[in-house]
């Protein structure tokens, strides 16, 4: 039976934490800062846990967990 393949867009933006659960970059600090609040821009700092739901789908293409 073959390897199976790890999507490279999940391998470069996700990592499994010891735990198992996924880890990522915070959401919406590319552009327009200007018009968030400085509250949101402190509480997108560093990264942050996916929800379970969104754990099942990343999971699904790290089989490795990479």
Do not use: W
């Not at 470069?12 to 200007?34: D, E, L, N, P, W």
């Not at 997108?44 to 929800?51: E, K, M, N, P």
């Amino acid at each position: 039976m073959p390897k199976m393949k790890t999507k490279s867009s999940c391998k470069k933006r996700f990592k499994i934490t010891a735990s198992g659960r996924v880890k990522a970059g915070q959401a919406g600090k590319r552009h327009g800062m200007i018009k968030r609040s400085n509250k949101f821009i402190r509480k997108a700092r560093g990264t942050t846990v996916l929800s379970k739901p969104d754990e099942k789908i990343i999971k699904k293409m790290m089989p490795y967990g990479d």
